[in-house]
């Protein structure tokens, strides 16, 4: 999963964007395509694995 995450390229966001929240770039973002969009979908269902994994492993320690 850190690996995926490292791997996704950069926004490109500056420091005014983090201030105000990115408010002014709500409406102005595009669809991921090709790479970007790959990764984001690869980061998502490695979330969801480990999510999963971390609820039975819990569930399997308390019984």
């Known amino acids: 999963m850190i690996i995926a995450v490292l ?3 950069a926004k490109n966001d500056n420091a005014s964007s983090a201030l105000s929240g990115g ?3 709500l409406f102005s973002k595009q669809k991921p395509r090709g ?3 790959f990764m984001q979908r690869v980061t998502v269902v490695l979330g ?3 999510f999963g994994l971390a609820l039975a492993l819990a569930y399997i320690s308390s019984h």
Do not use: L, S
């Open 7 to 9: 791997m996704q390229p």
């Open 23 to 25: 408010a002014a770039d």
């Open 35 to 37: 790479f970007e969009a």
């Open 48 to 50: 969801v694995i480990m």
